[in-house]
């Protein structure tokens, strides 16, 4: 890719899961020979930076490896010349996170961090910023590859398409990876037979048909998917029902809870708010003691206890990504990219989540033709959310917005909508300048 | 169209609607004239039929004209060689629409009679009933157009479609020519001097532009329309956000309020029925009134109080598409019609509602191309409710009856969506053959 | 439309044509009161203005009408205020016409002045003009309709949309007419009980479906088309085959035997060119007795011999046009208008040839869905070729312009594309600024 | 895929490029270690067979390996548990290729074999074949692919898809490697180290974006591409003109001369055919060289002289076709398969021939987005032509037949067309019963 030797830049290093993708690089040093990786972060997020920095290059020195570790503010002079960046910033950190979930709660509203009034915000507070990285690469390293996972993955990859013509952007998730363990565990076998073929949004991809050995195996994995309570780490693991998984015929991922098991996800966040334990405090918790950890100068690998922080293989499956594609290797991993048409539902030049092969030049998604009926519409209908969404958080305009939080499927209410959005307007206020100019 | 004199068929004859179709085919005799007009009911609508079949001969006579009114429970000889044929019937009558609204809301979900869990079973009940007529036709009119006005009418003219060859069908609905009075009143002007660019499904339609004597006046309408309480007389009408309809743009309708005013439509339905006052219970009150009315020797013309009735204009925009057809016109009229690409957010061959223009050859869908991204979606997600829900009510299957209630936006649930079901399975049981063989 | 009175203008105003168009616009009075109209034309056609406003002139005055006739050289001081602006403008005149026809011939590829290569270069000169025009009237009569007989108005039409934001534009013909006098000729009745859906691009359209009062007789007509030899004068008529219209299915226009024909075309022109009877050249000879007679200050009307010109009742179809725009006749007249969607097998923003109800608010096109895949082919290859070809008209850029010349289906071959458009280009020289800045 | 040991069936086993295929599978034997090899063929070819069959034996027996080659005129018992079934039939044999390349000849027109006037009887004669064979499969061999390298490739592919429901169906090409040959030859490098964007139809494929170790070089390869006389072994390669290229954006095929250079394809065949020189002739004689080589007991290898034989490589590409599925190796290979919306300028079902991801569950195309407008209706003619044509070949409809005859890219012509088609289909009677019910 570059001669000079392999550059990493991951901004939003100060992260605390950050130690999971510098093992990452490490295991896979051999094919994915990196001589910088540069953690950059915000001056509001030093602190951390500089203990999960010197906890990552003490990681490497136990390795025995040349890869030089940088810690930095300065995200310009970090991105010069870079064949890789990452980007898994938290604008606002988890305190904002906490707004996003508590806010639309006091309405009755789901806050849903990732597709509902929360990830709104999300989006309204990330989008800008990713959308300056891009420009920065644009003039210090248009060769490179952005590797995007920050939430909400889809609406940024959107907003990235939409809004900018930069085309080397990947928006990573773990979730279709996880539906891939989950079906290999319902088989009873190893993870590497199974193929899913994936189509959708973020946070909202079914599994269109799964594959054994190349055999079409879908019938048997929806019979034991059943009564399943497969889900991620952070969503109610509520069983699905038996007949409406039948009648569905593909597999929902764990998010789709929000969408075909609303009442139960409603009540479980009403609860845990009552208890003060949105995801965004227990991860605040968990963070916190990771920490403390992670400042002990005796630590030198990742520890075990990252594993609860929820986003489990995601750094991994960066990782995975980049190796993947700095050899060619053409394995098939769903991410989040470019339709060109691979579902048809979706209009062409919008982001999707689909299954890609990984090439040297990208990832290239496998046209799927139209999703099933049943699930085409839901999917439709966040895409127009979405485009709505990425259109207020560039634009800051205020009806745009009301309208984007208004068709929002676990929102459906003006009125509601008017006042979480008022309300988050003022509590997110520092990190939405459009909205106040 | 036909040398023998023109024949109307109307299905659901006994319906207290009748009398205005009647008096909607006497006024416009001058250019429509009909030598028969055959009343068609079932059995348990006998008595019905007998009542208002009386009415429509007194007025009949009173107008001096020579149009045939026949009575009969004999839907095969009514049919041989009519020229129209309108349905207007209601399977399970009026009690069934009681349940329809009710049962749902025990579980917290609006009943909505026409696209929400309501809709979905007045479906049920309703398609096979039209589909055979349709089999009927085929074989004893068919050249004859069918002009539907029973609800859900986007559902039954898709069912139409997607599980006929017929193509001779037009979905009728009185929501848009409200939609042109509504317009023509805030701009202060006569309606015939008011056209609308009419897209969306039945009860989820927009105006998508106006215009005053040819000239695009859509935003001068659109900030009249803020604040705007326009709807139905059977939907609750509280005004529409300043903010949301500028950020909207287009014109939503009257049923809109169930997707972006949810809350105050379930607080609204809730009281009713704890009241007893669900519009179902509403109407079978006035109905009766009606017949009472409807009994009287003397009465020779259509009651006043008919217009309380809440399908005001139906039965009128009927005679008129009906006067249109017959005489090529060329008006534009909104029908649910098959798209062929007038809508481009839409499959091809499914069921719009669509502005048309109405000639000797049937109705005719102007090209739109693809609606608003602010509304696309949600309309796109309807479509595949409809769509699912089309293929439960041929098929009787279960688990896609499930799944149709689930994806329907007014539900979210498939715990719920079971409870409602199983109920309302039960409760209909008798008009839903199809389920249970 | 406006206050003022109804102001025309017409650009190419000294043409032949225009008494057909005066004579239109005279028996059109009662419905369509003009008060001003306009003839523009260019100093090189000064004398020919003079000639013919003359003849106008004295037209309106034996009619005993109130309309004012201007005839300026003044393109701007004529458009201010206008309500439709007309164009029958040809650049470079009927000598440029001569060159289109025989220059190809010499390669043995025929000319076709609209859509073969001969189009190619009238588009290539009339173009730019056309968007001039527009630019005027974006600045001095926004509100007004451009109304185009120019040819290639297929090509003419799709450079409007593709390369400016101009709305207001119809391109017009007068060969669907003609097919639908064939019609009404093969079946023995009326022109006015018969309508036919047409589909495709100009001088490439198709008729789908042909209805005698409402009835689809498409069956009766294809039988007796075959063997027809419906044409436009202009156009050799070797009859159609009876297998090859069994096998179509559907009725082609007189210019599908440039591509269902090719020999015999081929051969007809070789002929003509030989004997110096190209088709521009008889025109010459037409138009220059056409315009003795009309310097006659006897003449008061329309010569008869205006019929032999070829563009028979294209004046009047423009008439009619603006009649039903003015009155909202809401009469369906295939024009050259946006897709948006009707024709579904071509892109949407573009230029399509299609059944348009029309209205005060413009010509509507009214849904067609795909074509029949037997004639699908063909229209998009067209297509593409028309889009490039006005990419080069825009651009002036010579690769292009090889492209398209070589893309055309009546070429096939980039050496003789090669041959022909540089001996074009150095002989319509004067008329290509864009090619030769 | 089976416990039993690989199968595979040859069908036109009796062909001369069968030692290319045995050579292919001895050296792949490490990693696709079939078991048993069946070759099929008819009983007129019953003497190639046995010829080329024992040859093949030798071949095994020398390389060492333990398939069993079985010759066989019994298809049903060969196919009986196949892995794979190639397919390389050709019905008339050799004989039937001369009467294709030059009955069309006397009328002027290009007889190419693949797309044009011969290729469609080719198809005529093939496809009804393929179809039986497909109907066997269903029964036999349920989970085999179909490897299709019988020309017209993709009229095949498309009557596949288009007439039964069997999708495990592969037509193979040889010009798109050709493509990649050529490119890494201009850019001076190895083979491996380039990839192209083939999208298009076969033998009407184009190469969209060429990348060098996944970088995007298509300017440098278009730059060099200017002027080559890159094409395949059987089409006389005229070199294309540097402003054409430039123009084209994107690289042509070697048989798109058919296209883009008519006049010189159309001179060197009334050369060849003047000469007695047709393809087929040549081939023919080639062909009974070859056979008197493969006669001979001491060889036990593929002779040179095979190479001579034009379809280079095509055997090969087809051996590692077959191992990629059996080792699921995702390399990136150009095939004829169901597009899936992957080239969103043609229909979603319809057979494209477009880079695809060859996994165990069979070749995945990659989404391409549209085709550049330049190329695009070229391409959906040819489409729309090979629709025609299935339908026809499959119908034996004489009116179908002459419409497909007639929009051929090549012909566009109905009285010549009629003239061809007549001759044809006498010419070749024996082998059309279809055309003879």
Redesign the interface.
């Known amino acids: ?1 570059s001669k000079k030797g392999l550059k990493i830049v991951t901004i939003g290093g100060g992260s605390s899961y950050t130690p999971e993708l510098v093992e990452g690089f490490i295991k896979r040093y051999d094919h994915l020979p990196i001589t910088e990786l540069w953690l950059v972060d915000v001056p509001a997020g030093q602190e951390k930076l500089e203990i999960v920095g010197n906890l990552a290059k003490r990681m490497v020195e136990k390795a025995g490896l040349p890869i030089q570790v940088h810690l930095t503010l300065d995200r310009r002079s970090a991105l010069k010349d870079a064949d890789f960046v990452t980007t898994q910033l938290r604008v606002g950190l988890l305190d904002a996170r906490v707004k996003d979930e508590t806010i639309p709660a006091k309405y009755g509203i789901l806050g849903q961090e990732t597709n509902g009034p929360g990830g709104l915000f999300k989006g309204f507070r990330t989008i800008p910023v990713i959308l300056d990285i891009i420009k920065d690469m644009e003039e210090l390293c248009p ?1 490179a590859w952005l590797i995007n996972f920050t939430n909400p993955a889809g609406m940024v990859t959107e907003a990235v398409f939409r809004h900018t013509n930069w085309k080397k952007f990947v928006g990573l998730c773990n979730v279709p990876i996880g539906m891939v363990r989950g079906a290999a565990d319902l088989l009873g076998v190893e993870m590497d037979r199974v ?1 899913i073929d994936f189509a959708g949004l973020n946070h909202m991809v079914y599994g269109l048909r799964t ?1 054994l ?4 195996v879908s019938k048997e994995v929806m019979e034991k998917y059943k009564g399943s309570r497969a889900s991620m780490k952070n969503i109610t693991a509520t069983p ?2 038996n ?2 998984i ?3 015929g593909i597999m929902p991922c764990g998010y789709h809870r929000y ?6 996800m409603v009540d479980h966040q009403q609860e845990d708010v009552k208890k003060g334990e949105s995801r965004g405090q227990v991860v605040k918790k968990v963070e916190s003691e990771l920490f403390e950890l992670y400042k002990d100068v005796n630590l030198k690998e990742k520890p075990k206890q990252l594993e609860l922080r929820g986003g489990a293989y995601y750094s991994d499956a960066a990782c995975n990504l980049i190796a993947s ?1 700095y050899n ?1 290797t ?3 991993q769903p991410v989040n990219t470019m ?6 539902s979706l209009p ?1 030049d919008c982001a999707v989540e689909v299954s890609c ?1 990984i ?3 990208g990832p ?7 999703l099933p ?6 999917v ?6 979405e ?2 969404a990425t259109d207020a958080a560039v634009s800051g ?7 984007a939080m ?2 929002n ?1 676990l929102v ?7 006042l979480i959005l008022d309300e988050m307007l003022e509590a997110h206020k520092e990190f939405l300048p459009q909205f106040f100019k």
Chains 1, 2, 3, 4 share one sequence.
């Open positions: 890719m060769d193929r594959y050995d190349g055999k079409d699905w029902g007949e409406f039948e009648g569905l969408y075909y098991q609303y009442q139960a594609m060619d053409k394995d098939i339709n060109m048409g691979a579902i048809a062409m092969v090439t040297k030049e290239r998604p496998l046209a799927m033709g139209r009926i049943q699930v085409e519409g839901l439709q209908q966040m895409k127009s959310f485009q709505v305009d205020y009806n745009t917005a009301l309208v208004t068709i499927p459906r209410d003006e009125n509601k909508a008017k």
